[in-house]
Antibody
Framework: EEYLVESGGGLVQPGGSLRLSCAASGFSFNNFWMGWVRQAPGKGLEWVANINQDENEKHYVDSVRGRFTISRDNTRNSVLLQMNSLRAEDTAVYFC??????????????WGQGTTVTVSS | DVQLTQSPSFLSASVGDRVTITCRASQAIDNFLAWFQQKPGEPPKLLIYAASTLQSGVPSRFSGSGSGTDFSLTISSLQPEDFATYSCQQDHVYPWTFGPGTKVEIK
């Protein structure tokens, strides 16, 4: 079975940094795009970032561009999200997701359980 | 950015009811739309992608339709396990965006 397990969440002060990790298992990790989606408390889902198999294509939502960096390690089947200059509005559960491309279409078909990031003084 | 609006935002229904949720995009997105189901404390679960393609393992009572700017998710006969929040998501253009969600509760 296919799994994604996130780690690295926690409490951090505004302006601080945090690094989220996502460990994948049960599928050929280096064949898939990966990404992150977040959900603030009591709010809807927000796509954060995507990365392709070779790390030569990355996309970010405007609110995190320049502060967050997505990367991956295909030897360790992991995807990372380095989060710098954190703000209160970054407080959320962060989900690691697999992007499965089917011809032209994408589907976010595997999700981790999420890791909680709280930005507060 | 493509804004997605959903209606209704809240829906009260009974087991066995036919339920339809709509999602409208602020610009045409062809059929690059997915639907997710989320229960409290759980990650979202993919139901439909490419507007109308049922994800493997999802019951056939779920169906999706639409293209361009107007889409819908229909549950043909609501089951107890279907009470949840449903969200649409577009992957036609970056940034990918989600709708605000529709909460389906038991009447």
């Amino acid at each position: 079975e296919e799994y994604l397990v996130e780690s690295g969440g926690g409490l951090v002060q505004p302006g601080g940094s945090l690094r989220l990790s996502c460990a994948a298992s049960g599928f050929s990790f280096n064949n898939f795009w990966m990404g992150w989606v977040r959900q603030a408390p009591g709010k809807g889902l927000e796509w954060v970032a995507n990365i392709n198999q070779d790390e030569n294509e990355k996309h970010y939502v405007d609110s995190v561009r320049g502060r967050f960096t997505i990367s991956r390690d295909n030897t360790r089947n992991s995807v990372l999200l380095q989060m710098n200059s954190l703000r209160a509005e970054d407080t959320a559960v962060y989900f690691c997701v697999r992007r499965n491309r089917v011809v032209l279409w994408s589907r976010l078909d595997v999700w981790g359980q999420g890791t909680t990031v709280t930005v507060s003084s | 950015d493509v804004q997605l609006t959903q209606s209704p935002s809240f829906l009260s229904a009974s087991v066995g009811d036919r339920v339809t949720i709509t999602c409208r995009a602020s610009q045409a997105i062809d059929n690059f739309l997915a639907w997710f189901q989320q229960k409290p404390g759980e990650p979202p679960k993919l139901l439909i992608y490419a507007a109308s393609t049922l994800q493997s393992g999802v019951p056939s009572r779920f169906s999706g339709s639409g293209s361009g700017t107007d889409f819908s998710l229909t549950i043909s006969s609501l089951q107890p396990e279907d009470f949840a929040t449903y969200s649409c998501q577009q992957d036609h253009v970056y940034p990918w965006t989600f709708g605000p969600g529709t909460k389906v509760e038991i009447k």
